[in-house]
């Protein structure tokens, strides 16, 4: 045990190597009624430049799904059941193919996104100029491609056409990968939000408002209010910790 939490200290840090040992803990002594989610939040600029030049990803198609093109759902590494709320929460998915396979996907969501794994309701502002990104999902094989910046320039293209200037995400505070990725494409931390799971009780701490949150039940979901102008021109990138 001590040697584990070296080693998840080293990669996560001692206050996140911490909750995660409790997490994975007392989540299998519970059966899953308890649980430590924490998130780092990220907001990133849609850049004025492509991320590839013109002759890179070339064989790589990006195909807008909607909710009708029930013939790509068996593709998706998610239930059906997930992808189908997805399109009625408005949700935008973003799907690439090489040579007819499919390699990965992309989810933004340009209103207020409820969160899937906690009850929380994201809300960045201002609305016009936010798009919130989830479930970035790149198949294990094209991994080292063009792939992931093959869809990250659609959907940056597509969203500047829409007057979005920013894309924000929460990244779990355990995934280094993740993480890595996404400040490899720019992106700046603006906050964490830590929720404390027993059974339907639900304790959120969080760097914005509402700050904290105690909630019962589903009709008590916090609204987590994350506003970009006044974050973008102060905060600092950082590494994971």
């Known amino acids: 045990m001590l040697a584990k939490f070296r080693k998840l200290t080293q990669e996560l840090g001692w206050l996140n190597g911490l909750l995660y040992l409790l997490h ?56 059906l059941t997930v992808i189908k709320r997805r399109f009625t929460e408005q949700g935008q998915c973003f799907a690439a193919y090489l040579k007819g396979n499919f390699v990965g ?33 790149i198949t294990p094989t094209a991994r080292l491609g063009f792939t992931f910046p093959k869809l990250w320039q659609t959907v940056n293209e597509y969203l500047a056409q829409q007057g979005v200037k920013w894309t924000l995400c929460r990244i779990s505070a355990f995934n280094t990968g993740s993480l890595a990725s996404h400040q490899r ?41 994350l506003p970009i102008k006044s974050t973008a021109s102060t905060v600092e990138p950082v590494q994971p910790s």
């Open 24 to 79: 994975t803990s007392l989540n299998k002594l519970t059966g899953g009624r308890v649980r430590i989610i924490k998130y780092y939040l990220y907001y990133q600029p849609i850049p004025e430049t492509p991320l590839l030049p013109p002759n890179r990803g070339k064989q790589i198609e990006i195909k807008t799904i909607t909710a009708n093109d029930t013939d790509f759902f068996d593709d998706f590494p998610r239930p």
């Open 105 to 137: 996907y992309i989810w933004i969501s340009q209103v207020d996104y409820p969160e899937d794994e906690v009850r929380c309701l994201f809300a960045p502002r201002p609305a016009e100029q936010t798009a919130w990104d989830y479930d970035v999902y």
């Open 185 to 225: 494409l720019g992106a700046t931390r603006m906050g964490a939000a830590t929720f404390i799971c027993v059974g339907s009780w639900q304790l959120m701490l969080a760097s914005h408002a509402p700050y904290i949150h105690l909630s019962i039940t589903q009709k008590h979901t916090p609204q987590l209010l």
